[in-house]
């Protein structure tokens, strides 16, 4: 999944706080597109399975910088599909009333067959 990857790659750049940190916000560099701040902290599961961001650890609030681009780089490096993340399903839709929906990702299922 995204945020994985995201995280292990952020680790490898920054100082992100151990143990179960995850990526609450974030948000696209409106002037540089290829940039993307992250907002993450570590925060409790709450009683409905969830995480209670509102129940946040202080001292955990991290903000971190990336690239796309580098990110993509080292997805590839690391043999991460760039398409799909590594999870072999790509977003075909997704809406509050329908949930998302996923297809089979084609670049996965194309190295699959040349790798036969």
Same mark, same amino acid.
């Given at each position: *999944? ?8 952020? $680790?490898?750049?920054? $100082? %992100? /706080?151990?143990?179960?940190? @995850? ?10 597109? =290829?940039?993307? !701040? %992250?907002?993450?902290?570590?925060? /409790?599961?709450?009683?409905?399975? @969830? @995480? ?5 650890? /202080?001292? !955990?609030?991290?903000?971190? !910088?990336?690239?796309?681009? $580098?990110? &993509? ?11 799909? &993340?590594?999870?072999?399903?790509? %977003?075909?839709?997704?809406? *509050?009333?329908?949930? !998302?929906?996923? $297809? /089979?990702? =084609? ?10």
């Amino acid at each position: *999944m995204l945020g994985e990857n995201l995280i292990a790659y952020l $680790r490898e750049l920054y $100082r %992100v /706080p151990d143990g179960e940190w @995850r990526i609450y916000q974030a948000e696209v560099n409106c002037f540089d597109h =290829d940039t993307t !701040t %992250v907002n993450g902290s570590v925060a /409790p599961i709450g009683k409905n399975g @969830r @995480r209670d961001w509102s129940q946040s650890d /202080p001292e !955990t609030k991290r903000f971190f !910088t990336y690239s796309s681009d $580098r990110f &993509d780089e080292w997805r590839k490096s690391h043999g991460i599909c760039v398409r799909c &993340d590594g999870t072999g399903q790509v %977003v075909v839709s997704s809406s *509050m009333k329908n949930g !998302t929906t996923y $297809r /089979p990702c =084609d670049a996965c299922a194309r190295k699959a067959v040349l790798d036969e």
